[in-house]
């Protein structure tokens, strides 16, 4: 039999928005990829359960019951009334790699390509950005240093007005004791 060579697109906005950091790490939840695989999620999780040695906990993380709030008051990953038996996995960009080779489809094969180039795409604007967020920091840093210049400029500008105010008043005030007569 052939393979199909069908070509699958997915919306890198529809990846992104699937991406979440927990801990630290930026992953994906379970059910989301099993979404993306066009698998149930109890299938997805039993491949990743038979095959637990493929993933270490830098590869996949179940989240605790407080992650999962936040994240679901967050994101509003579930929709209302739902309630999740067990609690997701996680599952990092070295995960989803690892997934690929469990799920043995290909579309998980070409999902994972897509998912992999949207991180690398991540990592890239997050170096260009974080150039620019450097840059932005120094003309702060200038800015600030500029700011208390000034400031030092107006306290002596200030403290140069209150001894002219004191000169002109002693200039201005009636002076006290004998003034001699000018007949």
């Given at each position: 039999m052939k393979k199909e060579n069908t070509k699958i697109v997915i919306a890198e906005e529809v990846i992104i928005s699937k991406i979440y950091?927990?801990?630290g790490k930026q992953i994906m939840l379970s059910h989301d990829l099993a979404e993306?695989?066009?698998v149930e999620t109890k299938a997805l999780n039993?491949?990743?359960k038979r095959n637990i040695g493929k993933f270490p906990e830098r590869y996949m993380f179940q989240l605790t019951k407080d992650e999962y709030d936040r994240?679901?008051?967050?994101?509003?990953?579930?929709?209302?009334g739902q309630?999740?038996?067990y609690m997701p996995y996680a599952?990092?960009?070295y995960g989803i790699l690892m997934l690929s080779s469990v799920l043995n489809s290909e579309r998980a094969d070409k999902v994972n390509?897509?998912?992999i180039d949207t991180f690398v795409k991540l990592r890239e604007i997050f170096f260009v950005h974080k150039d620019v967020v450097h840059q932005l920091e120094k003309v702060q840093s200038k800015i600030i240093e500029h700011d208390n210049q000034l400031m030092v400029i107006f306290e002596y500008l200030k403290q140069i007005e209150q001894v002219r105010q004191l000169e002109s008043e002693r200039k201005n005030r009636p002076r006290i004791g004998f003034k001699p007569s000018t007949d």
């Amino acid at each position: 039999m052939k393979k199909e060579n069908t070509k699958i697109v997915i919306a890198e906005e529809v990846i992104i928005s699937k991406i979440y950091t927990i801990r630290g790490k930026q992953i994906m939840l379970s059910h989301d990829l099993a979404e993306l695989y066009q698998v149930e999620t109890k299938a997805l999780n039993q491949q990743v359960k038979r095959n637990i040695g493929k993933f270490p906990e830098r590869y996949m993380f179940q989240l605790t019951k407080d992650e999962y709030d936040r994240l679901r008051s967050q994101n509003v990953t579930l929709k209302r009334g739902q309630h999740v038996k067990y609690m997701p996995y996680a599952f990092t960009e070295y995960g989803i790699l690892m997934l690929s080779s469990v799920l043995n489809s290909e579309r998980a094969d070409k999902v994972n390509m897509i998912i992999i180039d949207t991180f690398v795409k991540l990592r890239e604007i997050f170096f260009v950005h974080k150039d620019v967020v450097h840059q932005l920091e120094k003309v702060q840093s200038k800015i600030i240093e500029h700011d208390n210049q000034l400031m030092v400029i107006f306290e002596y500008l200030k403290q140069i007005e209150q001894v002219r105010q004191l000169e002109s008043e002693r200039k201005n005030r009636p002076r006290i004791g004998f003034k001699p007569s000018t007949d």
